[in-house]
């Protein structure tokens, strides 16, 4: 079975400071990694996927992540916050199974706030 | 833009009195799934659909049913709404060509009377 820690609840940082979110997976197979982002009142957002191939991957909003299977962790970096960025964000993983396993695990979220 | 659209955005029932949530969706994706989500949590999955088979998780109340008459639209009927129920409910969609990734609707946040 799969699962997804992701490391602090609640991250705080000054706008232009970098950005760095924690997400460690725990999965029997190759995963499939991804970053949600939610803002206030809205649905999931797909920041970024890890499937194969290339270990660092770029998504919107400057964001990236890297993928290393040794750490199993796919963190979030973002070199400058901006205001823009305060949100919740959710670690996620997803593998293929036994079959047509479509489902997503997530992690518990980290609340992504930006101060001037 | 293709997209995933829940209707309504806000939903204010009575507790007991039926509701019914919809969702639509013109990615063309053939697995649609029902979340609910309440404060500071993680989506947690209700059910889903891959095409016309429905699979509902292990802990979903009885009381949380859905439709879904075509490719393109999915419904989720809360048969009598307790206190409890109160939550956003997101709708998403994904496929194979999306590599799993799924598409999340704004949701439907629901007050329960």
């Known amino acids: 079975a799969q699962s997804v820690t992701q490391l602090g609840s609640h991250v705080s940082v000054s706008e232009g400071a970098l950005v760095l979110l924690r997400c460690n997976y725990s999965?029997?197979?190759?995963?499939?990694l991804f970053w949600y982002v939610q803002y206030p009142n809205q649905g999931l957002q797909l920041l970024l996927k890890?499937?194969?191939?290339?270990?660092l991957v770029k998504g919107i909003n400057g964001f990236e992540a890297e993928f290393k299977k040794s750490e199993t962790s796919f963190h979030l970096t973002k070199p400058s916050a901006h205001m823009s960025d305060a949100a919740e964000y959710f670690c996620?993983?997803?593998?293929?199974?036994?079959?047509?396993?479509?489902?997503?695990?997530f992690g518990k979220g980290t609340l992504l706030t930006v101060n001037p | 833009d293709a997209m995933v659209i829940q209707n309504p955005r806000y939903q204010v029932t009575q507790f007991g009195k039926p509701v019914t949530l919809s969702c639509s969706q013109t990615l063309n994706h053939n697995v649609m799934y029902w979340y609910q989500q309440k404060s500071s949590q993680a989506p947690k999955l209700l059910f889903h659909y891959y095409d016309k088979d429905f699979n509902n998780e292990a802990d979903t109340p009885d009381n949380f049913q859905s439709r879904r008459p075509n490719t393109s639209f999915c419904f989720l009927d809360i048969r009598s709404p307790g206190l409890g129920d109160a939550a956003m409910y997101l709708c998403?969609?994904?496929?194979?060509?999306?590599?799993?990734?799924?598409?999340f609707g704004d949701g439907t946040r629901l007050s329960i009377l």
């Open positions: 999965s029997s197979v190759p995963p499939y």
């Open positions: 890890y499937t194969t191939g290339a270990t």
């Open positions: 996620a993983v997803s593998d293929l199974g036994g079959g047509s396993n479509y489902k997503l695990t």
């Open positions: 998403a969609t994904s496929s194979r060509d999306s590599l799993l990734a799924q598409h």
